[in-house]
């Protein structure tokens, strides 16, 4: 993935289910890890908390292969189509030991909005400009 953001994802024991491999809820678990690390890192400046913020509007995972016990994993991640008020974020899920190996890909749409007002507002020209430093045209 071009310019995007990579974070290493450690498979804990608890996120493995009885089938004894990682559950399908735990990707988007993943997924939000990387959204944080992502933000803490490069747009925590750009986000006011009491004047915009996001939401979460939509997220979807495409599952390509289970994942079993003790592979340690990467996250890319990447931002697509920054629109007037929402933003796309694009996940691919690799083996940390060998990337062509793809466990993953995923989408979320995040929408600014206002939690005082309880409306969707545009995006800050702050984020739009964190966000654009990320900008991938392939599919994750």
């Given at each position: 993935m071009k310019n995007g953001y990579r974070i290493p994802i450690q498979v804990r024991f608890r996120d493995l289910d009885?089938?004894?491999h990682v559950n399908n809820a735990v990707f988007f678990t993943y997924f939000e890890t990387g959204r944080v690390a992502f933000y803490r890192e490069h747009v925590s400046k750009a986000l006011d908390r009491e004047s915009s913020s996001f939401i979460l509007a939509r997220a979807s995972c495409d599952?390509?292969?289970p994942i079993p016990p003790g592979v340690e994993l990467i996250l890319h991640m990447g931002t697509k189509n920054p629109g007037k008020k929402s933003f796309q974020h694009v996940y691919l899920l690799t083996d940390a030991a060998d990337?062509?190996?793809?466990?993953?890909r995923g989408e979320s749409v995040q929408v600014c909005y206002d939690y005082a007002r309880q409306t969707s507002i545009e995006i800050p020209p702050e984020l739009r400009e964190a966000l654009l430093k990320f900008q991938c045209e392939d599919q994750a």
């Open positions: 009885v089938m004894g599952y390509i292969r990337e062509s190996v793809i466990y993953a």
